[in-house]
């Protein structure tokens, strides 16, 4: 399975977690929010909106144009500072964004 098949199918999954939990938002934000220059947009959007309106339809552009992916890539860290430890979602979400941070870290690709 290649790389770009991997990480398409984790970007699904994360999805998935995300409508599971309540988290998929059904209308954009206002595109203003997008104009920041913060990492993660962190002074517009809501970790989560971060997922859903920045990161998987980015990579999903990425992977549909055949693109090149980042070489290295961790989002994971962020989001174990930025959501709030009782968050129910918080630990599947992690979990699944460690696992599309291991993408990009196996040395046998």
């Not at 770009?4 to 954009?28: F, K, M, N, S, Y």
């Not at 595109?31 to 971060?50: G, Y």
Request: aromatic letters at 10%; charged letters at 20%.
């Amino acid at each position: 399975m290649t790389l770009h098949v991997r990480v398409r199918q984790q970007l699904h999954l994360i999805e998935t977690l995300l409508r599971e939990q309540g988290q998929w938002q059904a209308v954009a934000p206002d595109a203003s929010v997008f104009e920041s220059t913060q990492p993660f947009c962190m002074d517009t959007l809501e970790p989560f909106e971060w997922l859903q309106w920045v990161l998987i339809p980015r990579m999903h552009a990425l992977l549909d144009g055949n693109h090149p992916l980042p070489a290295s890539f961790a989002v994971a860290p962020y989001y174990e500072i930025a959501l709030d430890s009782t968050h129910p979602a918080r630990d599947p979400l992690l979990a699944q964004l460690a696992a599309l941070d291991a993408l990009f870290t196996d040395e046998d690709e």
